[in-house]
């Protein structure tokens, strides 16, 4: 499966994972809040808040019009730390896809998702 078709397919499990966690629903960040500087705008956004509007959008925005995609990606390791405290069994599969992202955009095969 071509990498493109991987990435919407995470993507698709990822806000599964994040509505199922409840952390999908967040309000908006303000336009200011996007002009941020700092990795993950933390000084403007909660984690969830940059998965959604951020990271998500601008992911599904480059496979709409066929851009170019990040060359890396360790998104899986920030958002373990960075993640409001939420139980394992709402936060692990948030990070399992988060995982899976990752290698898909380093370009690494890595092994098929957990089935739950």
């Excluded at 078709?5 to 999908?24: F, G, K, N, P, V």
């Excluded at 998965?51 to 998500?56: I, S």
């Excluded at 730390?81 to 995982?99: C, D, H, K, T, W």
């Amino acid at each position: 499966m071509n990498q493109r078709i991987r990435l919407s397919d995470a993507l698709t499990r990822l806000e599964a994972a994040m509505r199922a966690a409840d952390i999908w629903r967040q309000p908006t960040p303000s336009p200011q809040a996007f002009a941020s500087l700092e990795p993950f705008a933390l000084d403007s956004m909660e984690m969830a808040q940059w998965l959604r509007f951020v990271f998500v959008a601008r992911l599904r925005t480059m496979l709409a019009s066929a851009q170019s995609l990040p060359q890396g990606s360790s998104v899986a390791a920030a958002a373990e730390v960075y993640l409001p405290q939420m139980s394992m069994g709402a936060r692990l599969p948030v990070i399992e896809v988060l995982r899976e992202i990752d290698l898909i955009l380093n370009d690494e095969e890595g092994a098929p998702p957990a089935v739950h």
